[in-house]
């Protein structure tokens, strides 16, 4: 969910034309096909619009063949545009010229509208109608489809004098969506509905392609000359190609902040430290940051957590709000994570090539022998996330606290090697750490519900929209200082019981594991007290950050403090 603004009143184009309807142009989006933090904050930030803002929303997508899916049917209420078909034909360098026939599938949820593009024969059904999201050539594949048919789209509803389902401002998100997102400004100017574009940078990716890519032979950005905002100051009248090749030096990302209305980002220091430094003086005074945010409730979460283990245990059930974190968590360790694997319904829910989501589907995941203070990770194998960071410090972990235990949700990437290595590593520890290579929701929400830490060691990160998930459920986060992570996490060191993690400097595998080892004590100190354990050894002269120690000594609660303290944070900064 986006973080509101202070008012609430709706967005206006230039010249005071009220903006009642936006598309947003994404490649990915959570309930349909997605795989990380992009689809979730397409997601949150579609409903807000339309929930808080009283916006019509329509979100545009590949299909990547999910429109088949008859759950997904129902639940979108998806119908095809039978009197849509989206063809032509798409000249490659090699001057053969490769026919498309395309359509699309609408639907609406959560009062959000949804636009499928599909493939209606076989070759166009081979790109748009894969289940797998991301595998280099299919990707750009289906981004050049994408924008070939919402343009067609957009001139459709024009014929049929369906203006009121046209935009009134296209947002485009991320990489991916810079083609569609040019090539449809352009068109509906040319057909006198001028719009807005506004893009959003969630990663960047710096990918550079040749103009053939984007241009009216491939992908259909228009080579007209236009001009051309190149700073606060300055504008300059270019073709098309001339923009692509000259000021942007083939960069996909930096045509897309030319052409752009409006340039955002997830968070001010990815903006300001990264974004502005890649793209330079032309989005100064057409720049800003909006938070993603959270929508996850803490009672719902553990109302559904205690709904599934009524399904696979017997016996008396707790009700909502009896269960003791330290319960679920033992229950969690040595036998829910073995009770399901892979992901639910047999999905590809990764979204990466079949081979590498499917590699571990089916397989279970063997059960701890014994329950321990639990350190959570989520997020993509790759190493932007540094997963590998955290393994290098679970030695170091267990030697000060022999029974911890480290859960890593981890969606797989195309990258087997990295993969193995990873897995590899893992087997190292057999008595500490399990890797699930999927996302199985039951399981990944009762893991939140459990774990005494959430472990963030990015080696880059816009925002990090999973520290606010660990956060609402209570989990304290130890993050690398930077990006989003020292935005959204508060450090215990310089906000005391108001914090809601640790930040470590980037890389320093010392420091993040001293960090965990400081949580991991706390929570286990606050542990023993609800207990009333008070023959147990005392743990304070263990932790070692010295200021956290002393903070523990005046308040052995210290765990449930901050907890509520991260609970608390997301509810006032993030909704």
Excluded at 382 to 400: E, H, R, Y
């Amino acid at each position: 969910m986006l973080r509101s603004p202070a008012t609430k009143a709706k967005p206006t184009r230039q010249r005071g034309v009220k903006i009642d309807h936006v598309w947003m142009l994404s490649y990915e989006c959570a309930g349909i096909a997605q795989a990380g933090g992009l689809g979730e904050a397409v997601a949150g930030l579609a409903r807000t619009l339309s929930s808080d803002y009283g916006l019509r929303v329509t979100v545009l997508l590949p299909s990547h063949g999910r429109h088949s899916d008859p759950r997904l049917k129902e639940a979108y209420c998806l119908r095809e545009e039978t009197r849509f078909i989206g063809q032509g034909s798409r000249l490659g360098v090699n001057r053969i010229s490769y026919r498309f026939l395309s359509g699309v599938e609408t639907g609406v949820h959560d009062n959000v509208h949804f636009v499928l593009v599909k493939g209606l024969d076989a070759p166009t059904s081979h790109w748009l109608n894969n289940p797998v999201l991301y595998d280099h050539d299919l990707t750009f594949e289906k981004m050049a489809l994408f924008a070939r048919t919402v343009k067609l789209y957009s001139e459709y509803l024009l014929s049929m004098q369906r203006q009121t389902e046209l935009p009134d401002l296209v947002h485009a998100h991320d990489w991916h969506m810079v083609p569609a997102g040019v090539a449809l400004k352009q068109h509906l100017r040319d057909r006198g509905s001028p719009i807005p574009l506004v893009f959003t940078v969630h990663l960047l990716s710096h990918i550079t392609l040749p103009w053939h890519y984007g241009s009216e032979d491939w992908c259909g950005i228009k080579d007209f000359p236009h001009r051309v905002r190149l700073s606060q100051k300055r504008t300059r009248t270019l073709n098309s190609r001339q923009l692509w090749e000259g000021q942007c030096g083939n960069s996909l990302e930096r045509f897309g902040s030319y052409e752009a209305d409006y340039v955002t980002s997830v968070s001010e220091t990815y903006l300001t430290h990264d974004v502005l430094s890649y793209f330079g003086n032309v989005i100064k005074g057409k720049s800003g940051h909006v938070y993603n945010g959270c929508d996850w409730n803490y009672g719902s979460i553990e109302s559904a957590v205690l709904t599934e283990q009524q399904a696979v245990t017997v016996g008396p059930q707790p009700a909502v709000g009896s269960v003791n974190r330290w319960d679920l968590r033992r229950v969690l360790l040595t036998s829910a994570i073995a009770q399901r694997s892979g992901p639910e319904g047999g999905d590809n829910f990764t979204g990466f090539s079949a081979d590498t989501a499917n590699s571990r589907v089916g397989k279970s995941v063997e059960p701890f022998q014994s329950d321990g203070p639990l350190v959570l990770m989520t997020g993509r194998l790759s190493p932007q996330k540094g997963a590998d960071l955290l393994l290098d410090a679970v030695p170091i972990v267990t030697k000060a606290v022999p029974s911890a235990k480290f859960l890593l949700f981890l969606l797989p990437s195309n990258d087997q090697v990295q993969m193995k290595a990873i897995t590899a590593e893992a087997s190292s520890y057999p008595d500490n750490v399990r890797i699930i290579l999927a996302k199985n929701r039951p399981i990944y929400m009762m893991s939140h519900l459990s774990a005494d830490a959430y472990a963030m060691p990015s080696r880059s990160e816009p925002f990090g929209i999973s520290a606010l998930e660990a956060m609402a459920t209570g989990n304290p986060v130890v993050g690398s200082d930077i990006g989003g992570i020292r935005e959204t996490v508060a450090d215990l060191t310089t906000h005391n019981e108001a914090g809601t993690g640790i930040l470590f400097p980037v890389e320093d595998t010392k420091a993040l594991a001293d960090s965990l080892i400081s949580l991991l004590l706390v929570m286990q100190i606050d542990e023993q007290t609800q207990r009333g354990d008070l023959d147990s050894i005392d743990l304070s002269g263990r932790i070692p950050i010295k200021l956290v120690a002393e903070m523990v000594g005046r308040n052995p609660r210290l765990g449930t403090t901050i907890r509520e303290s991260c609970k608390y944070r997301v509810d006032q900064n993030f909704r």
